[in-house]
């Protein structure tokens, strides 16, 4: 049967290249769109995250627990959390005596969920803007009118929406045992609990006075991201099952084409599975072609994708191409089981 089913492919019997093209052609239309698609999404995600939006924070001044706060960044689904507390007096640089810089006092974590560029000297952490407008970077001293003191880091604060007051400011670390007023928690994919978690960092013997806000660092691009039911809801949901039936199609079609062919081997003594194996491999020929083909458009849609997660995007594309070609093997097989001896003379009339 091996060699049956080769020379069928290479004398055009099986017409491979006409069912390559037609099952390659739109497994890599269906593959294309459901990476296009779900490569949006992860867009969406990477910017909702990158902007600020994944951090939830907690104001109620003088009533934050930092310590409390910064073990949150231990917690399950949380990245980091750190608080910080506005300073009464900004900081003066030197250079730039009559543009005052705001000064916070921060925990350690908080420079985690900043993402704050570091070196092992310590000292304060200025914004990108205000180290560029001093000409000052990371690891170099910063003179002001009280004294010089290192910079420690540089922290990046766009202009995309999140909350105004750390855009031209100054960070200096300080000890996590101590009162603040804020409290930021970076968790992603954010759990449930976490409005509830994040209330846990308030000092018991707080009087209350103090109102308790909790919001989004960045609300610019909503409250929540649900990025499950953006999924599940995607226009491309129905491509496996698209190409399951594209593939149960074709397949079945080569091999209706070709009933009185194959009723008139039966006809001479050809058994029914010799039939069903040889099928079989001239299918599979095609049908690995037709993936080789779809491969091509679904290679180059993958490495355009701008949300950061190819391995996604490329499981995404199995996911739909790799049972279509396995429901064309099967309705070929499908094809050969209605085929019958028996009606080979209806065949021959209907040719």
């Given at each position: 049967m091996p060699g049956e089913a080769a020379r069928n492919v290479l004398s055009g019997t099986t017409h491979a290249l006409r069912?390559?093209?037609?099952?390659?052609?739109?497994?890599a239309a269906l593959a294309t769109a459901e990476v296009v698609g779900t490569d949006a999404i992860l867009s969406r995600a990477a910017a909702y995250?990158?902007?600020g939006g994944s951090v939830l924070t907690l104001e109620a001044v003088g009533q934050v627990d930092g310590s409390a706060c910064d073990a949150l960044g231990d917690a399950?689904?949380?990245?980091?959390?750190g608080a910080l507390r506005a300073e009464p007096e900004p900081l003066i640089a030197s250079a730039l005596p009559r543009g005052p810089i705001a000064a916070y006092a921060v925990t350690g974590g908080l420079l985690e969920v900043l993402g704050a560029e570091r070196t092992a000297e310590p000292g304060v952490?200025?914004?990108?803007?205000?180290?560029?407008?001093?000409?000052v970077g990371a690891g170099?001293?910063?003179a002001m009118t009280t004294g010089s003191t290192a910079v420690h880091g540089v922290y990046d604060w766009p202009d995309d929406g999140r909350r105004s007051g750390l855009g031209y400011a100054a960070l200096v670390p300080t000890r996590a045992n101590d009162t603040y007023d804020q409290c930021w928690v970076d968790a992603w994919p954010a759990p449930p609990n976490l409005p509830t978690l994040v209330r846990t960092v308030l000092l018991r013997s707080a009087d209350g006075t103090a109102?308790?806000?909790v919001s989004r660092l960045n609300a610019s691009l909503g409250a929540t991201f649900d990025g499950h039911e953006l999924y599940a809801a995607r226009v491309t949901r129905f491509a496996v099952a698209a190409g399951v039936a594209t593939g149960l199609v074709v397949g079945l079609v080569s091999v209706r084409t070709r009933r009185l062919e194959l009723a008139s081997a039966r006809h001479v003594g050809t058994g029914a599975a010799a039939q069903h194996v040889q099928i079989l491999l001239e299918c599979t020929t095609w049908g690995l072609a037709a993936v080789a083909l779809a491969s091509g458009p679904v290679a180059v849609a993958v490495a355009?994708?701008?949300?950061?997660?190819?391995a996604s995007l490329l499981a995404g594309a199995l996911h739909v191409a790799l049972p279509g070609a396995v429901s064309a093997l099967l309705g070929a097989q499908?094809?050969?089981?209605?085929?019958?001896e028996d009606q080979l003379f209806r065949y021959f009339k209907n040719r």
């Open positions: 069912y390559a093209v037609a099952l390659g052609v739109a497994l995250r990158d902007s399950p689904g949380v990245r980091a959390a952490v200025l914004s990108r803007m205000a180290s560029e407008g001093l000409g170099e001293p910063l109102p308790v806000v355009a994708g701008t949300g950061g997660d190819r499908c094809g050969v089981l209605t085929t019958r």
